[in-house]
């Protein structure tokens, strides 16, 4: 598939630089009248034995870039020739499909809009596939187009801190709910509303926009709290607030959870599985990291948990989030702990993950990624810095003390650091990602280490609907050779945000 993008890409070298010089733009459909609905499949019945197959690369130009459009029309192994295969989108003007190789047919959409979702539809020998491009206001040159995660991992529920494995055979998300998390944390997403934060009684925090079972997402923790797709009942008896019916805790907790995804042949993310503690779905670690490669299923896992254990106070003041590390069977769920109560009503659990052994757990850590000298993790919502601890974070012995990277200075807010090769990646302000090259063996606290920052994506600064108004939780795979950089962005929708996992293939 490389050698078709890059062949795509030198043939439309030669073409106009101008979007308006394009041939016959084109406008697609109302885009809601259900043709683009990429959850549902058109296939003919007819031909069976043809595959109609769609990739996106992009043209870099003045202005907004031409996202190419890919196609193969192929009758099993053999090219399909001279076939009429159609583009259409809602989101963009496009242009007809030529054949620029045997079976090979490329056409070319100009986005609308700086930011969003661009929903393309290709049709040709019977088959139709529905497939959606990324629009992002900025991109390093080394990357190519980007798309949401196909598969099973973006609902219009809430999909936060993700992570791909090395071999971009696994996807984890952290953070699932069916609501809208971000508003629900903040009260509301109006300026106007001042509800307080995490409202038991805001649309926000009842709202079930995602899906709450099935193959989506089975065996959600706290399904049973839901009362209706409009209400949600916010209580934790397995830490003591068993609440009746329709009385509701003064905060809400809508049900949250953590699950993994299995990459599929096609490229997509299916099979759903969960890594999260059984507490009646109100709490789950977040920032899930590889510590290598995983071997086969079996894999180590490197995450951040605020311990509800004492959320009460019954063991002491609140650390806050704090780092710990865990073994697991990828494909199937773990339960990393079980929550009940003891003879004098403190919550406990059956077992725990081992504890990250830094010096101090005072104060805030999160996000973390691993490397081979060292663990790095950020102060996010706090003083929004990226830590380094040198030492064996799966170890015994204590870390060193965590120094503030130099790359966090006090006018921005660097958070969600991730580590590949010789390079640190990072999210600055919520609204782009970079990397710095670190030298080897070099002080991460030392100016001196880093190289120039490299832009990777940056979202829009808009408050439009269908706008990207965020992006971060960089991570990177090499899966066939080929490095894929996965990330986190927002979309702003009619009634709030919505959090998604997105991904783009280098160059």
Not at 273 to 286: C, K, L, M, R, Y
Request: with cysteine; glycine share 10%.
């Amino acid at each position: 598939m490389r050698t078709l993008l890059l062949f795509a890409a030198l043939l439309t070298a030669c073409a106009p630089q101008s979007s308006t010089e394009l041939p016959e733009l084109s406008r697609g459909p109302d885009p809601d009248d259900g043709s683009y609905d990429t959850r549902e499949a058109e296939l003919s019945s007819f031909a069976t034995q043809t595959t109609l197959t769609v990739a996106f690369d992009r043209l870099e130009q003045p202005g907004a870039d031409l996202i190419i459009v890919v196609s193969q029309l192929r009758n099993g192994a053999t090219p399909i020739t001279g076939a009429l295969v159609t583009l259409s989108t809602p989101d963009g003007l496009y242009s007809e499909v030529i054949e620029a190789a045997p079976g090979v047919y490329v056409g070319y959409v100009l986005p609308l809009q700086p930011t969003g979702h661009v929903r393309v539809r290709v049709a040709g020998g019977g088959r139709v596939v529905k497939k959606t491009a990324l629009a992002l206001a900025e991109l390093g040159p080394h990357w190519g187009q980007p798309e949401p995660v196909p598969g099973l991992v973006n609902t219009p529920g809430y999909e936060d801190s993700a992570e791909v494995s090395p071999d971009g055979e696994w996807l984890l998300v952290s953070d699932y709910s069916p609501v809208d998390m971000v508003c629900c944390i903040f009260g509301s997403c109006d300026p106007a509303d001042l509800r307080p934060s995490l409202d038991p009684s805001a649309p926000h925090c009842n709202n079930s926009l995602g899906p709450i079972g099935g193959k989506l997402r089975p065996r959600l923790p706290g399904r049973s709290r839901i009362v209706s797709l409009t209400q949600i009942h916010d209580e934790a008896p397995s830490l003591g607030y068993d609440q009746p019916d329709g009385v509701d805790l003064p905060i809400a907790l809508p049900p949250l959870t953590s699950y993994g995804f299995r990459r599929q042949p096609d490229g997509s993310f299916g099979a759903p599985f969960q890594i999260t503690f059984a507490n009646d779905g109100v709490g789950t670690p977040f920032g899930y990291t590889f510590a290598a490669a995983p071997v086969g299923t079996a894999a180590r896992l490197v995450f951040a948990y605020d311990d509800l254990r004492n959320i009460r106070g019954d063991w002491g003041p609140p650390m806050g989030p704090d780092l710990f590390h865990a073994d697991v069977s990828l494909g199937v769920d773990t339960n990393l702990g079980t929550y009940s109560l003891d003879a004098q009503g403190r919550p406990i659990t059956d077992r725990f993950p081992a504890a990250v052994p830094l010096p101090d757990r005072v104060g805030q850590q999160g996000n973390p990624s691993v490397s081979s000298d060292g663990i790095w993790f950020d102060t996010e919502t706090a003083q929004d810095d990226i830590f380094f601890a040198a030492g064996d974070p799966l170890g015994a012995a204590t870390l060193a003390t965590p120094r503030k990277v130099a790359l966090s200075t006090p006018e921005r807010k660097e958070t969600q650091p991730y580590w590949h090769g010789d390079r640190l990646y990072y999210a600055i302000d919520q609204n782009r990602i970079t990397s710095s090259a670190r030298a080897w063996g070099g002080d991460p606290a030392l100016a001196s280490t880093w190289g120039p920052e490299r832009l990777e994506l940056a979202s829009e600064a808009s408050s439009r609907v269908g706008a990207v108004i965020a992006i971060g939780e960089p991570s990177i795979s090499v899966h066939a050779g080929i490095a894929e950089l996965y990330f986190v962005y927002v979309v702003k929708t009619a009634t709030g945000l919505d959090v998604n996992v997105g991904r783009v293939r280098a160059r």
